[in-house]
């Protein structure tokens, strides 16, 4: 062993066995924890990263992934009630390949795959049900593949063709859809998977269509639309127009000293409107004209004939005389403009609603209340023609509510500030103790580390010669002055003598102290040549 180890083993024993029995048992407990916190460091460092290899699978597919994993001697790790399988981040990719080549997972038979299992024997309800089907798995395939959408599933109701247009009716789709965790639907994604499904199915209208999510909400329902029932479409107008006119009412009278309430009446019925308008088309020539004129000019004869009378005798007429006739006829067929206007009228439409305004009687008294009735007015779109209310009063407001939330506040505050103060002394108590410690264990430390060690020693007589020389083998010879004579002293008992090494050990320490304290530098060069031979002194 190299001496530089030799020398450190040794000052480490010398020291642990100046421990006492607590400071051992400290520096075990230390050592323990310092093994146990690198046992930890190391499985946690050599612990491999798990990340997803599929995620929703079904009970039967989990399994057969599972089965393939253990085939290839793969760990994994189940989560999500055993839908999603976790592999350690270098294996994802290859475990995902290998799954791919044997099929996994199996997806069920959907979307146009379906048509490829017909037969020549096919029945024509069986083809009619199978397209209907594959546009179902392929809607629905479509909208999962949406974001926050994890799955969705779609249902068509497509009327049969009938040759009376009359009595044709029109197709409707409901799509069920199961968001992510934690996650809801936007306005606009519901609006496009309303369009999505609408587009795909000749003849469907978007208001047709009904979108339901797994916790039973209607996002978009059958003639009413995205916007959802009358009593939400209601809601969501008394919420807005209330914080509309808030906002004008907190900025001139200051936040509290108004309230506004807002009742609307919406029309919960959806309608169709068809209107069909002809017009005639101006500076367009006409399609057909024509012109029929007659013109007769003549002078009447007289004669022997003349009108009937009574009994049939004809009386003598008159004399005769000249005349004229003109008639001119002009027919013309013009371009007839033909317009057709289909209207789809949701439900929701606003029917009348009834604004109520309270003002703090303190705070109206630097504003003009006729000015701020119009601006409530504009600011809520009242129509007094639709049978729109509005209703502002001054009146004092109660203070009961401000001085409990004020009470309340400052209890919360001096309930905060007695926890910060516990948790500031238990701090302080805690660091006091733990500096304690430390301070207590480097006491017994270094009062360990300067104990001296005490062997018996003879009193009586001298402890050296007057004069005495040391040679040292290999060096050269040293001289010891005389010690002092120490007195007699009778009065202590005699202690038994001790044996010739021990003096020899004694006096020969005696010796090499003294020489250290008055020639260092030779002390020093006589010790570095003892170690560098390995010869004891």
């Not at 003639?223 to 006119?245: I, L």
């Not at 004939?305 to 005349?323: C, K, R």
């Amino acid at each position: 062993m190299p001496p530089f180890l030799t020398s450190a083993v040794s000052r480490f024993g010398t020291t642990l066995k100046g421990f006492t029995v607590g400071q051992r048992t400290v520096a075990a407990i230390g050592i323990a924890l310092l093994a146990l916190g690198g046992v930890a460091l190391t499985t946690w460092a050599t612990q491999p990263s798990y990340a997803p290899l599929f995620t929703g699978l079904a009970s039967a597919d989990a399994s057969a992934v599972v089965q393939q994993l253990g085939k290839d001697n793969v760990p994994y790790q189940l989560a999500d009630g055993g839908s999603t399988v976790l592999v350690p981040q270098e294996k994802v990719y290859d475990e995902r390949l290998k799954a791919a080549s044997a099929g996994l997972p199996a997806a069920p038979a959907s979307g146009y795959s379906l048509l490829d299992k017909m037969g020549v024997t096919t029945s024509e309800f069986q083809q009619n049900v199978t397209y209907k089907r594959a546009i179902e798995g392929e809607l629905a395939t479509t909208i999962s593949h949406l974001e926050g959408v994890q799955a969705a599933t779609v249902q068509l109701a497509i009327p049969e063709k009938t040759v009376f247009t009359a009595q044709q009716g029109k197709p409707t789709a409901s799509v069920f859809v199961q968001t992510l965790p934690g996650q809801t639907l936007p306005t606009d994604r519901v609006e496009a998977i309303v369009h999505l499904t609408s587009a795909a199915v000749p003849d469907l209208v978007p208001a047709n269509v009904t979108v339901v999510d797994a916790q039973g909400a209607v996002l978009s329902a059958v003639g009413v639309g995205t916007s959802g029932t009358g009593a939400k479409q209601a809601t969501e107008y008394q919420q807005r127009t209330e914080s509309s006119v808030q906002a004008v009412l907190d900025r001139v009278l200051g936040p509290g000293n108004a309230t506004v309430a807002v009742t609307p009446q919406v029309d919960p019925r959806s309608a169709q409107q068809k209107s069909e308008t002809y017009g005639s088309a101006k500076g367009v020539a006409p399609l057909s004209q024509s012109t029929t004129t007659e013109k007769y000019t003549g002078n009447g004869a007289s004669g022997a004939s003349g009108v009937l009378g009574p009994d049939n005798i004809a009386v003598p007429g008159g004399t005769g005389g000249t005349g004229t006739y003109d008639s001119t006829k002009d027919t013309r067929d013009n371009a007839v403009n033909k317009t057709i206007e289909e209207r789809t009228i949701p439900a929701g439409a606003l029917q009348r609603q009834s604004v109520s305004v309270a003002v703090n009687q303190t705070a109206a008294r630097a504003v003009n209340i006729q000015n701020l009735t119009d601006l409530v007015s504009a600011a809520a779109g009242i129509d007094t023609k639709r049978g729109d209310v509005l209703s502002m009063q001054v009146m004092p407001f109660s203070t009961a509510s401000a001085d409990q939330a004020k009470a309340a506040l400052a209890a919360q505050q001096a309930e905060a500030a007695a926890e910060a103060s516990a948790r500031t002394t238990t701090t302080l108590i805690w660091a006091g103790a733990a500096l304690l410690v430390v301070g207590l264990v480097a006491f017994l430390w270094m009062r360990s580390r300067h104990r001296a060690v005490r062997e018996p020693v003879e009193l009586d007589g001298e402890l050296l010669p007057d004069e005495d020389t040391v040679a040292i083998e290999g060096g050269p010879t040293l001289t010891v002055p005389a010690t002092p004579v120490l007195p007699d002293l009778t009065a202590v008992p005699a202690l038994p003598d001790p044996s010739e090494d021990a003096l020899d050990a004694e006096r020969r320490r005696a010796q090499v102290n003294r020489l250290g304290s008055t020639e260092p530098q030779k002390t020093a060069e006589l010790l570095r040549g003892l170690m560098d031979e390995r010869q004891p002194v």
